[in-house]
């Protein structure tokens, strides 16, 4: 059976990895850990197919080590235990362990004594945080890389490569495929270098030649070989949360044209219910009471979009991104009931003053309960100055504007008013 050409294209040493600069370029900590033969264990992370796999065996293949490659998902302690009685026999051996943050503690047991006398080096490969997912004792005796998303520069240059090697590439095939298409491969990609070449293999492989015996690739053929799912993301994977941060963030920051893009990378990924929810919650927490009106348009957006769907469901969508972005902001409610929360979980809550204590029942008025309560409606403009807190907090402060919009202004002068009665 054929190995996939992203298989067939993986470095055979360090020097000929794709991107990654900052950890394996010269005179950078993984080119000199491979140059001096002094490997330490490590956690490659980041997202898929930005080459997690091909550092590890470029670094076999420039140390001469024997390497090998197993899921912590998948294989069992019985394959660990095989590739720990080689490493005994033929010294150390290179074990590239996939999926690293599923590694079970039974696994994770039998294999920290060899890590720390060194037979086996563990290059473990996650798209996971591995600060969140991965047991500190596999953690602390291991180097954490974070691997960044590949340029469209890096996978073009990768993909040239391909098509031009005879031994292992595409180089035998009598491709022609303009600039133009190798720049729609590395760029709906987003980074995933892999998925490049699976796309460029199969368009090669399944265009049939013309007249002339060529095999001409157009952009209309790499479309239809590109698997849309390249745009969308693991919905557990930091990729997602990330977007999702990055979201909120750009319409706190009022940064419009940001906060489209994350929008647009949502919509590919068809996370309705996910955009829903966070553009109601920023509503409230980031534009809050200077927008109250604009707070409820997003409300009904937001439930128009629920009710059509995608793809006409982006429209709603735009229209409260764009104005949440342009609104005032306050974030005067979350801070207020959030100090409010914490007098009350450090236990600073105090009884209920006698004259607010419910007084609906027989023997209320000899306890105490009710006495002397004054009904605001009674009194001018349905105010009168009287005590609400429990005496151990009658001082406190919890809300103040925070914004200068017309509606806060209005708060904070009737505020200050109901202050100095």
Sequence with gaps: MNKPLAYRMRPKTIDNIVGQTHLVGKQKIIWRMTKAKQLSSMILYGPPGIGKTSIASAIAGSTQYAFRMLNAATDKKKDLEIVVEEAKMSGTVILLLDEVHRLDKPKQDFLLPHLENGRIVLIGATTENPYISIHPAIRSRAQIFELKPLTSENIKDALNR???????????????????????????????????????????????????????????????????????????????????????????????????????????????????????????????????????????????????????????????????????????????????????????????????????????????????????HNHENHWVKQQYLPDNLKNKTY???LSTSKFENALSNQLAKYNNK
Excluded: W
Aim: include cysteine; proline fraction near 4%; aromatic fraction near 6%.
């Design 162 to 376: 391909a098509i031009n090697d005879e031994e292992n590439g595409l180089g035998t095939l009598p491709l022609i495929i303009k600039d133009n298409v190798l720049d729609y491969f590395a760029r709906a990609t987003q980074g995933d270098l892999r998925s490049a070449l699976n796309a460029l293999e199969l368009a090669a492989k399944s265009t049939e030649a013309n007249a002339d015996g060529s095999i001409v690739i157009t952009k209309d053929i790499a479309e239809e070989c590109l698997q849309k799912k390249s745009l969308s993301h693991d919905k557990d994977g930091d990729a997602h949360y990330n977007t999702i941060s990055a979201f909120q963030k750009s319409i706190r920051g009022s940064d419009v044209h940001a906060a489209l893009h994350y929008l647009a990378r949502l919509i590919e990924a068809g996370e309705l219910k996910v955009i829903i929810r966070r553009l109601i919650v920023t509503a409230y927490e980031d534009i809050g009471l200077s927008n109250p009106a604009g707070v409820a348009r997003v409300v009904t957006a937001t439930e128009a979009a629920e009710k059509i769907g995608f793809p006409e469901a982006r429209i709603p969508l735009s229209n409260a991104v764009i104005e949440m972005c342009l609104s005032p902001k306050s974030n005067s409610a979350i801070s207020a009931i959030d100090k409010a929360l914490q007098d009350v979980r450090n236990g600073f809550s105090g009884s209920v003053p006698d004259h607010l204590k419910d007084a609906h029942y027989k023997g209320a008025e000899q306890l105490g309960s009710g006495v002397n309560y004054r009904y605001p």
């Design 399 to 401: 809300y103040e504007p």
